[in-house]
């Protein structure tokens, strides 16, 4: 067994503290990974909290926004070496034989995949830890390869950030010629204009906030439009071929974001709010609109948008801490006071 440091939620709700355990003997196509950064995820805090109501299993390790450096590689490893520059995002395994495995869509895996933190491996009795730490032994198919010109610590949130908002947008052919809007500026909303932009559509970035106006256009958004001014939805009303919704709070009214969609518009949710949307179905049977839901992306598209990301030179904004600094770091997270991600250093703990 590999002796692992890291920061652990003991039990729900509680503080994050220092935590010590181990990680498996790494098998013929395993890759052993030295923990750089790891960035800290909304779903992170409610997966600590059990906010979703899974039956979270502690000690919990959160984090699946890892970036790191290859320690080790086992015999029948042929993908990695040593000193590679890597990442690791949502999941960790797959059953492979289902047809969404097959189909490279294991995100979708019909049996469930095995997440990073907080879910079986398949032994069927040992329970992941996440990011949150120093060392991790993954599958060699789960790994990703960072390119070289993107800071492992701007990365890292890609692995999740990135790839949840880029899905979506390559699966409904974001590009010239489309009208796209981003609801939210958080650390999801952030990287769907970054992305969206870069692709060649035409940007807007819906907020109640007012101030985040300065930063979406920084940001490369074309329009802001300030959500809680009166007439705005009205006065937009068939404006976007594409929605995407990085919201985490059900307390939207989701007839009058509907409303502001084409015919044939669609409104994808990827934000994962603790209670459900309310939503009638007349603004989207008027109209022939789309509400969809999307869950990160396959390691296939994933590898992907870590090219596309290198290519354009995309990364996100981040605010860099020491694991001692977790604590404080939620909080903040719960009071939106994070432009727009925390990223720890794992070289620090």
């Not at 009166?230 to 974001?257: C, H, K, P, W």
């Not at 020491?322 to 909080?331: L, M």
Request: with cysteine.
């Amino acid at each position: 067994m590999i002796k692992a440091k890291g920061i652990a939620a003991l039990k729900s709700k509680e503080a994050l503290v220092p935590y010590s355990f181990e990680r498996r003997d790494p098998k013929e196509y395993d890759v052993v990974l030295d923990i750089k950064y790891s960035g800290i995820c909304h779903s992170d805090k409610h997966m600590t909290r059990d906010e979703w109501g899974f039956g979270a299993a502690f000690p919990m390790v959160p984090g699946h926004e890892i970036a790191g450096i290859v320690k080790t590689v086992v015999s029948k490893v042929t993908k990695y070496k040593i000193g590679d520059r890597v990442g690791v995002g949502c999941m960790v395994d797959s059953c492979r034989e289902c047809a969404h495995c097959k189909e490279d869509m294991e995100q979708y895996c019909i049996s469930g995949n095995t997440l990073t933190y907080g879910s079986l491996e398949k032994d069927g009795s040992t329970i992941t830890q996440g990011g949150y730490s120093d060392v991790i032994v993954v599958n060699e198919d789960f790994v990703l390869r960072i390119p070289d010109n993107l800071p492992l610590d701007k990365a890292a949130p890609l692995l999740c950030a990135g790839i949840t908002t880029y899905s979506p947008l390559n699966h409904w052919k974001t590009g010239p010629g489309k009208k796209v809007a981003v609801m939210g500026l958080g650390g999801l909303g952030h990287m769907a204009v970054k992305l969206a932009k870069a692709m060649g559509a035409e940007v807007t970035v819906l907020s109640g906030s007012v101030s985040k106006e300065q930063d979406a256009k920084k940001l490369g958004a074309d329009y802001f439009l300030f959500t809680k001014e009166s007439g705005v939805f009205q006065g937009n009303a068939l404006r976007f071929d594409l929605i995407i919704n990085t919201i985490s709070s059900a307390d939207l009214n989701m007839a009058e974001y509907f409303g502001l969609l084409k015919m044939d518009g669609t409104l994808v949710s990827v934000g994962a709010p603790e209670k459900p949307l309310s939503i009638h179905p007349f603004p989207l049977i008027m109209m022939r609109r789309n509400f969809a839901g999307s869950v990160i992306g396959s390691i296939k598209e994933t590898q992907e948008m870590l090219d596309f990301c290198g290519k354009h030179n995309i990364t996100p904004e981040i605010e860099l801490i020491q694991p001692k600094q977790v604590n404080e770091a939620y909080a903040r997270v719960l009071n939106s006071d994070i432009r727009y991600r925390f990223v720890i250093d794992m070289g620090k703990i």
